[in-house]
Nanobody
Framework: QLQASGGGLVQSGGSLNLSCVAPGSTDVGNVMGWYRQAPGNQRELVATMSSGGSTKYADFVKGRFTISRDNMKNTVYLQMSNLKPEDTAVYYC??????????WGKGTQVTVSS
């Protein structure tokens, strides 16, 4: 069970840092990342990072969010800055290890007030 933490309430322009731990060992070649879902919307990709260091960001977070990971700790991080009210959502951690091996955490709420 992936365990995400770090969500909360912040004012517009503020920052939050999320982290997510994948219990146990993870195989080489996986991708860890963050997705989010706002009420009434579909879940959408925020950022992902492969075990090799390749990153992918949604256009709406480029320049504001930074994803990183510690492979030794099986942990992925998301540094969020210059947050906007439209960033309000439940943020989910994801671990993808291949077809049929796609794991999700319970999510952590991020609320940005205007």
């Amino acid at each position: 069970q992936l365990q995400a933490s770090g969500g909360g309430l912040v004012q517009s322009g503020g920052s939050l840092n999320l982290s997510c731990v994948a219990p146990g060992s993870t195989d080489v070649g996986n991708v860890m990342g963050w997705y989010r879902q706002a009420p009434g919307n579909q879940r959408e990709l925020v950022a992902t990072m492969s075990s090799g260091g390749s990153t992918k960001y949604a256009d709406f977070v480029k320049g504001r969010f930074t994803i990183s990971r510690d492979n030794m700790k099986n942990t992925v991080y998301l540094q969020m800055s210059n947050l906007k009210p439209e960033d309000t959502a439940v943020y989910y951690c994801n671990l993808w290890q291949g077809p049929g091996m796609d794991y999700w955490g319970k999510g952590t709420q991020v609320t940005v007030s205007s």
